[in-house]
């Protein structure tokens, strides 16, 4: 563990030099100022809304917003709408990092809120280390790295989510079990693929495995790009089942060129990759070819399925987004076509509801501050069967992971038949 957390450190010196100068001119602008501003609660989410990785952004905030909306037009917290600033980032770090800036220069935000992706959460946790006060908190990260969850950064972030490494791991667990012991890698070039890189390798040397092959490709590929070299690749280590850590792009990009080139093995995907976003261009390309680039899939996910009406939340999930009109944020245009429900957006949902529950604990005893409201929080029901807790040792509020695969064009949760299909 401190050898992890030394690597993590010293990874992340790099984006603390890059950001320290930037930081020098705003850093008198930052301290005071009330983080409220009359009448209402902003909340400042700096993410991907356009680009490759796009929809994660939109779908999020949209999840998130359905239910803020409907918290609104029922009195908000005491009166208070609560607002969720946005800011495009594009899934790269410099944006980020500028944005956050910006929101800690506003005396109107509150706390910074859904961030969306590795890269660019990992180059903003310099900043949330350098200030006192509750504007250096981010709730609830679209991402499963280790580097908010370790020191010296753990303390400023609360995450909701599953870590990459607990999706691996049960990712990998089922393979070896199954006999599918050569396991290779694709992954982005970038502070998120070397996380989920890292966690296949921890997951493979508890069963006394490694790698036997990996590729990687550049952030910002898309589903027009190439990757038959890196299939090449991966061909040549002859792998029992390949696991993708990267965007929803770039993975179908990769699918297809590996069935197009007789990889048949099983591949995964971790949560970040959007399932819906990557199962609508794998349909696209495979009618395009004339192939089923849908099969042999399995996701991991952080969030129960939105197909399980047995849960309250889910059934909440989806009446609100049916119900509530909710716009793109940064006025995109129609270019964008909404996801009715997604893994994202129903992410989104848990994250604001979450929220909620911390902003009426501090609304009721104003002296704990942002960061107590958030650590007193203890056995609150979400709906969706496992109550959410934090600490002032633990700013992780759920462990859980579930496996998807795709039937019928729609991402379904796996079954023990699908997975013993794959046994060797």
């Known amino acids: 563990?401190?050898?992890?957390?030394?690597?993590?450190?010293?990874?992340?010196?790099?984006?603390?030099?890059?950001?320290?100068?930037?930081?020098?001119?705003?850093?008198?602008?930052?301290?005071?100022?009330?983080?409220?501003a009359a009448g209402k609660i902003q909340l400042g989410m700096s993410a991907a809304f356009t680009g490759p990785s796009g929809g994660l952004g939109v779908e999020l905030y949209r999840g998130s917003m359905a239910y803020f909306t409907h918290l609104n037009q029922n009195d908000g917290i005491n009166g208070k709408p609560v607002l969720i600033i946005t800011r495009d980032?594009?899934?790269?770090?410099?944006?980020?990092?500028?944005?956050?800036?910006?929101?800690?220069?506003?005396s109107d935000v509150k706390c910074l809120f859904n961030y969306v992706g590795t890269p660019t959460v990992t180059r903003v946790l310099p900043l949330l280390n350098g200030y006192e006060g509750e504007k250096e908190i981010l709730f609830f990260p679209f991402t499963g790295a280790e580097a908010q969850r370790q020191g010296p950064y753990k303390r400023h972030v609360f995450n909701l989510r599953a870590s990459y490494q607990q999706e691996l791991t049960?990712?990998?667990?089922?393979?070896?079990?199954?006999?599918?012991?050569?396991?290779?890698?694709?992954?982005?070039?970038?502070?998120?693929?070397?996380?989920?890189?890292?966690?296949?390798?921890?997951?493979?040397?508890?069963?006394?495995?490694?790698?036997?092959?990996?590729?990687?490709?550049?952030?910002?590929?898309?589903?027009?790009?190439?990757?038959?070299?890196?299939?090449?690749?991966?061909?040549?280590?002859?792998?029992?089942a390949v696991v993708c850590i990267g965007s929803?792009?770039?993975?179908?990009?990769?699918?297809?060129?590996?069935?197009?080139?007789?990889?048949?093995?099983?591949?995964?995907?971790?949560?970040?990759?959007?399932?819906?976003?990557?199962?609508?261009l794998l349909l696209r390309e495979g009618k395009k070819f004339g192939q089923d680039?849908?099969?042999?899939?399995?996701?991991?996910?952080?969030?129960?399925?939105?197909?399980?009406?047995?849960?309250?939340?889910?059934?909440?999930?989806?009446?609100?987004?049916?119900?509530?009109p909710v716009p793109l944020p940064l006025g995109l245009d129609g270019d964008y076509h909404s996801l009715r429900y997604s893994f994202a957006g129903f992410e989104g949902f848990l994250n604001a509801k979450v929220m909620t529950a911390i902003l009426r604990k501090l609304e009721a005893e104003p002296s704990l501050g942002l960061m107590g409201a958030a650590e007193s929080l203890t056995g609150v029901d979400i709906g969706i069967g496992t109550p959410v807790s934090f600490a002032r040792d633990d700013h992780q509020g759920l462990k859980c992971v579930y496996f998807t695969t795709v039937r019928?064009?729609?991402?379904?949760?796996?079954?023990?038949?699908?997975?013993?299909?794959?046994r060797k």
């Open 89 to 106: 980032d594009k899934y790269h770090p410099d944006p980020a990092i500028q944005n956050t800036i910006n929101f800690m220069h506003r």
């Open 293 to 324: 680039y849908t099969r042999d899939l399995v996701n991991s996910q952080v969030v129960p399925s939105y197909e399980d009406m047995d849960l309250p939340a889910v059934r909440e999930y989806r009446h609100l987004m049916d119900t509530i």
């Open 170 to 240: 049960g990712l990998v667990n089922h393979f070896v079990e199954l006999g599918l012991r050569r396991v290779a890698v694709f992954y982005q070039a970038d502070a998120y693929g070397r996380s989920g890189w890292s966690g296949v390798r921890n997951a493979l040397s508890a069963h006394g495995l490694f790698m036997v092959g990996e590729a990687t490709y550049r952030r910002d590929s898309g589903i027009d790009d190439c990757m038959e070299e890196q299939v090449a690749i991966l061909q040549r280590a002859r792998p029992d």
């Open 1 to 36: 563990m401190k050898g992890n957390g030394a690597k993590i450190f010293f990874e992340l010196f790099e984006a603390e030099l890059a950001v320290f100068f930037s930081v020098l001119v705003f850093a008198v602008l930052f301290m005071g100022g009330s983080a409220v």
């Open 248 to 280: 929803y792009a770039a993975c179908a990009a990769f699918i297809r060129d590996a069935r197009n080139m007789n990889l048949d093995v099983p591949i995964a995907n971790v949560s970040f990759v959007g399932s819906e976003n990557m199962i609508s």
């Open 408 to 422: 019928d064009g729609k991402s379904v949760p796996m079954t023990e038949e699908q997975w013993e299909s794959w």
